[in-house]
């Protein structure tokens, strides 16, 4: 098991930037991936970004150009750096964890941390 706290988010103005912290309560370098992901109102949960155990990362074609996913296997914290903020960001972001298992896939969440951006 692993859980996650996320940190950081909070209103900024279009345009501004953001950077969303994910603390994992154990050892994240094993971990198969970790990513960001995030829920608008009346929308179902996309993702964001993801960095996998090889430090490979995939973003959204919204995200492109804009966030920066990282991961600091000694500290076991992902962040997010989210710049050119937009009103469409706006959304809870949650931090994903997937832990791979004896073949099987298990998706750890937090509790997600409320972005706002305002036009």
């Known amino acids: 098991q692993v859980q996650l706290v996320e940190s950081g988010g909070g209103l900024v103005q279009s345009g501004g930037s953001l950077r969303l912290s994910c603390a994992a309560s154990?050892?994240?370098?094993?971990?198969?991936?970790m990513g960001w992901y995030r829920q608008a109102p009346e929308k179902q949960r996309e993702s964001v970004a993801t960095?996998?155990?090889?430090?490979?990362?995939v973003y959204s074609d919204s995200a492109k150009g804009r966030f920066t996913i990282s991961k600091d296997n000694a500290k076991n914290t992902v962040d997010l750096q989210m710049n050119s903020l937009k009103p469409g960001d706006t959304a809870v972001y949650y931090c994903?964890?997937?832990?791979?298992?004896?073949?099987?896939?298990?998706?750890?969440w937090g509790q997600g941390t409320q972005v706002t951006v305002s036009s």
């Open positions: 994903n964890a997937q832990v791979r298992a004896f073949g099987t896939v298990y998706n750890y």
């Open positions: 154990r050892s994240i370098a094993s971990i198969y991936a």
């Open positions: 960095i996998s155990v090889g430090s490979n990362t």
